[in-house]
């Protein structure tokens, strides 16, 4: 089945630090894929979407490519900033269905 | 903007008490999802509902049923709940489109006792 594995937490960063969290997937055909972020107390909201080979998503400085041949679509940020501190979900929808498959969570905290 | 509410941000129930969770959304979608979020599984999928009256199992469904009557309005019943249906739920809208995002409420964290 379709399955999202993403690096354990909590990851803890100084501001302006360099942000990678890692994202791979299994899925059968060309799902699309998703970052999702979950601030403290909140519900989750899109961060950036890819639905095809080679696609990057961007949205707020953070960067993400779907990369066919290593399955992977791994967050980055050049920058991070205090108000970045969250829980990241990456997610995969598969063959054009409802269903999104998520990873476990990755928190990051950034610190001053 | 589109949004998705939920009818209680925190909820405590004894075990084997029956458990309405409510969730509305106000922008026409035709999709409707429940989800259980847990440190270390990320989210689980319950049921999900692509119209009125429509539903389908998600990945976790025992113990849990489901009601849409109405299209914006999509509820998630704990029959008789129990200690490890304490968790946050998490409820979510979508339209029918491949590109299209699911929008997800706030949240409700239950805890059963």
């Known amino acids: 089945g379709d399955s999202v594995t993403q690096m354990e937490g909590p990851v803890t960063l100084s501001e302006e630090a360099f942000l990678t969290i890692n994202c791979t997937y299994t899925?059968?055909?060309?799902?699309?894929l998703f970052w999702y972020v979950q601030y403290p107390g909140e519900g989750l909201q899109l961060l950036l979407k890819?639905?095809?080979?080679?696609d990057k998503g961007s949205n707020k400085g953070f960067e993400a490519t779907y990369r066919k041949e290593t399955t992977s679509f791994h967050l980055e940020k050049g920058s991070v900033q205090v108000s970045d501190s969250a829980v990241y979900f990456c997610?995969?929808?598969?063959?054009?269905?409802?269903?999104?498959?998520f990873g476990t969570g990755t928190q990051l905290k950034v610190e001053l | 903007d589109v949004k998705v509410t939920q009818s209680s941000r925190y909820l405590v129930k004894r075990t084997g008490e029956k458990v309405f969770l409510e969730c509305v959304q106000d922008?026409?979608?035709?999709?409707m999802f429940w989800y259980r979020q847990d440190p270390g599984l990320g989210l689980r999928l319950i049921y999900f509902?692509?119209?009125?009256?429509?539903?389908e199992k998600g990945d976790i469904p025992e113990g849990y049923s489901v009601s849409r009557e109405k299209k914006e309005r999509f509820s998630l019943i704990l029959e008789s709940a129990s200690t490890n249906q304490t968790s946050m739920y998490l409820c979510?809208?979508?339209?029918?489109?491949?590109?299209?995002?699911?929008?997800f409420g706030p949240g409700t964290r239950l805890t059963v006792t």
């Open positions: 890819a639905t095809k080979a080679d």
């Open positions: 509902s692509y119209d009125v009256k429509m539903k």
């Open positions: 899925a059968t055909g060309y799902p699309s």
């Open positions: 922008m026409d979608h035709e999709n």
């Open positions: 997610a995969l929808r598969a063959g054009g269905g409802n269903k999104l498959t």
């Open positions: 979510a809208s979508r339209m029918t489109g491949q590109d299209d995002e699911q929008y």
